[in-house]
């Protein structure tokens, strides 16, 4: 036997046709002369009926027999069932067994309710087949691909840099120290270095890859290993990154809004789903910070970052996307360039969604000299950065970027609180496996 339809392919087109399909049970029930199979596969569901004397006996039997995420290819013949999503259902003519599960399945697998989230994370493989996961990731995948897709047709080049590094890139972070042969190495916390100096040769590019970031941080979007999509763009300044942004996420928006309405509903996500304007708003820091006091009587220093109590108030006022501009050079990292008028502020913003914070980026410093200043000025050693400081030797042209966390804008998109949730195999101070 070999598939040949997936359960979102089945329509009433294929009546009276025969098809093999293949994937886990997710269902079964069991009523003396009637077994109902529900089979999923990766794009849903489908449902199987037998019934004694329509089946052969030994067919039956066997289906009988059957168990919860079992794995199967059943040919079947395709007939009317106006109650079922693709108005179809399937009648087995021939089952293949192709694996057994064990009887006591470790999590809730019908859809109903979820184990608690540890349990879950410690049978991953099995978790992830759970109908919520399924739309986590579906709406995932249309996500990655759809970055891919508006950035490849605006000319961007798509790029790998290394993820084993000699030497820091962000400072703030901590690093994940490696053995390199006979060297100290460490696992790179983002592409931002090898990002600048490709954008130099290959003008805009863009990278989605794996950052590591030695955080002992447990907060609901917090995590050790992130994938990150990092856009770098030539000869370009502040706003044409928050523009190729605002562009991307609309894009992206309105393309899971086209493509994934079965998987919002599954999430209860559809009814809220908006397609955000753009230009989105932009506030300086400063404004954001006179707001707080005003609207929340929150007083924060000029020079601290807004923290989780900061972040809730402002989603509340602000629920939407938008920009928070001109943050205060202290705690930006030595790659943001200056305001030109005013030393302390930087031309770094972070993209918002409400409370949480999607992307950070800015105008780079594209100055060897200014580069090698800031680096002194954040008590780093030039010396570290010998490598790095060499590529804007050569002609390296004024450029402007961003990051932004994969997981936590799968988070809003599916309303999904926890960020461990929107990431398959999480990786957190305190898990490590699966
Ligand atoms: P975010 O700003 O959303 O945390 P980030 O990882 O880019 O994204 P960080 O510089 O790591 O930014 O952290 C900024 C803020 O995150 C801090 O001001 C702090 O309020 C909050 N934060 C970080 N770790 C924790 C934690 N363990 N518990 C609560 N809040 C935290
Ligand atoms: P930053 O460190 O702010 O900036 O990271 C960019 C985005 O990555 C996500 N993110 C995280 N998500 C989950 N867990 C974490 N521990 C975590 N850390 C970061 C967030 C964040 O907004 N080089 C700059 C970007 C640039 O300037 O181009 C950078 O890495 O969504």
Not at 9 to 16: A, D, V, Y
Not at 118 to 135: G, K
């Amino acid at each position: 036997l070999r598939k040949t339809h997936y359960s979102s392919e089945l329509s009433q087109k294929l009546n009276n046709k025969e098809v093999v399909v293949g994937g886990w049970v997710s269902r079964i029930r069991k009523l003396g002369k009637m077994t109902f199979i529900v089979l999923q596969d990766k794009f849903g569901t489908v449902q199987l009926t037998a019934k004694k004397g329509v089946v052969s006996d030994e067919l039956f039997e066997k289906i009988k027999n059957i168990g919860n995420q079992w794995c199967l290819l059943i040919k079947a013949k395709v007939t009317l069932f106006e109650k079922a999503p693709q108005g179809v259902e399937l009648i087995p003519i021939e089952i293949k067994i192709l694996n057994t599960a064990i009887e006591q399945l470790p999590v809730d697998m019908t859809g109903k309710t979820m184990s608690d989230l540890d349990t879950r994370l410690n049978h991953r493989s099995l978790d992830l087949r759970h109908p919520q996961n399924q739309a986590i990731f579906r709406i995932n995948s249309v996500l990655l691909n759809e970055i891919r897709k508006f950035l490849v047709k605006n000319k961007y080049t798509e790029i790998f840099t290394p993820k084993i590094i000699a030497s820091a890139t962000e400072g703030g972070t901590e690093l994940f120290p490696i053995k390199y042969f006979e060297k100290d190495a460490y696992l790179s916390q983002s592409a931002q270095l090898y990002k600048e100096r490709l954008c130099g040769v290959f003008e805009n590019v863009f990278e989605i890859g794996p950052c590591f970031r030695a955080e002992k941080s447990f907060t609901n979007r917090h995590v050790c290993e992130i994938y990150q999509l990092d856009i770098e763009l030539t000869f370009a300044n502040f706003d044409d990154v928050l523009t190729a942004l605002e562009g991307l996420v609309q894009h992206v928006l309105k393309q899971i809004k086209k493509q994934c309405k079965d998987d919002l509903i599954l999430l209860g996500q559809w009814e809220e789903f908006k397609i955000p304007k753009i230009p989105f708003p932009r506030y300086t820091y400063q404004e954001l910070l006179t707001l707080l006091e005003e609207k929340a009587d929150m007083k924060i220093e000029f020079g601290e970052d807004f923290d989780t109590e900061a972040s809730r108030k402002l989603g509340e006022i602000l629920p939407g996307y938008y920009f928070i501009t001109h943050w205060p050079m202290s705690i930006k990292p030595f790659y943001i360039m200056h305001d030109l008028d005013d030393p302390t502020i930087s031309e770094g913003f972070d993209l918002q969604k409400g409370w949480l914070e999607l992307s950070s980026g800015g105008t780079r410093v594209h100055d060897r000299n200014l580069l090698k200043q800031n680096l002194i000025d954040k008590g780093l050693n030039p010396e570290d950065f010998k490598s790095h400081l060499q590529a804007f030797e050569y002609g390296m042209p004024p450029h402007a970027g961003a990051g932004l966390g994969i997981a936590r804008w799968l988070q809003v998109l599916t309303g999904i609180n926890q960020i461990k949730e929107c990431i398959m195999y999480p990786r957190t101070p305190d898990r490590l496996d699966p």
